[in-house]
C-alpha cells in the first residue's frame, strides 16, 4: 500500500514510520513546519524518525541529494513538533504537515553550514505542492524555531527562507539594514516592551504580553530573527529586528 505523494520533480518514496496518530478532532493541517534533522548522519536520523522507540516522526525527510521519502500520511498526525504552539495552536502536530531536512544542524560554535542546492530545490517542490494542495498561507510556513523558541534552533539562520519565498512558499520581506540605535534587551521593562511582545503575539509567537524583557521574550527575538533577520542573531531587539517585524505585519495585512 502506498500514500499519495507530491505531483512534483520531489515526489516521494513511501519509507514508512509507525510515530503516528489521529489529527485532533479531524484537522485539517493549515501549518507547514521545516526542521532540521540535527545529526551527522542522513541514514542514523531516518531510522530514529521510524524506530518506535523515539516517539517522533515527520511526515516527509529531504536527503542532501534531494531524495525525499515519505515516512507518514499527509492525513495522520505525525510527532515532529513536541511541545510548541502558534497563534494560540498549541496542539502543532495536529494543525501541520512536517519535513525534516537532512542537515547536521548546529556546530559547537554556534556555526551552521549551507544547505545543499539540490537538496533546497527539492524542498521547494515539495513545499510548494503541499501548500497549494492543502491551501498553507504564507504566514503559516514556520521554521521548528518558531513554534518551539526556547527549545529548537532548526532549520537555522542559514536555511534560505527568501529563496522559499521567492518561489512561492512562505512569508518575507527584505530585513531592514542593520544600523546603531535604540534597542532593547534583557532585563528592561516598560510600556516599550509590552508593544514589542503584542507584535510579536500578533504575528503568531508565543509570547507574554507582560512589559517584562524576560528570557522567553529573548528566546522569541531569537527565534525571530533566525527566521526572518539572519544576518544577526542575538536575542535583541533592535531597530532592524522591530522593523521588519512590523514591515511582516503589515504585508500580512495587505490587501
Known sequence: MTHPTPESPAAAKVFPSPNHGERKDGRRPDMLVLHYTGMPDAGQALQWL???????????????DGRVLQLVPEARRAWHAGVSSWAGESDVNSASIGVEIAHPGHDEAGGLAPYPEVQIAAVVALARDLVGRWGIAK?????????????????????????LAAEGVGHWVA???????????RGEEGPPIEALQAMLALYGYGVPIDGVFGETTEQV????????????????ADASTITTLRDLIAASRAP
Open 139 to 163: 504566514e503559516r510556513v514556520l521554521a521548528h524555531s518558531d513554534v518551539a523558541p526556547g527549545r529548537k534552533r532548526d532549520p537555522g539562520e542559514s536555511f534560505p527562507w527568501a529563496r
Open 175 to 185: 530585513p531592514t539594514p542593520i544600523r546603531d540605535g535604540r534597542f532593547f534587551q
Open 221 to 236: 527575538v531569537r527565534a525571530f530573527q533566525r527566521h526572518f533577520r539572519p544576518e544577526r542573531v542575538d536575542g535583541v
Open 50 to 64: 521510524c524506530n518506535p522507540v523515539s516517539q517522533v516522526s515527520c511526515h516527509y525527510f529531504v536527503f542532501e
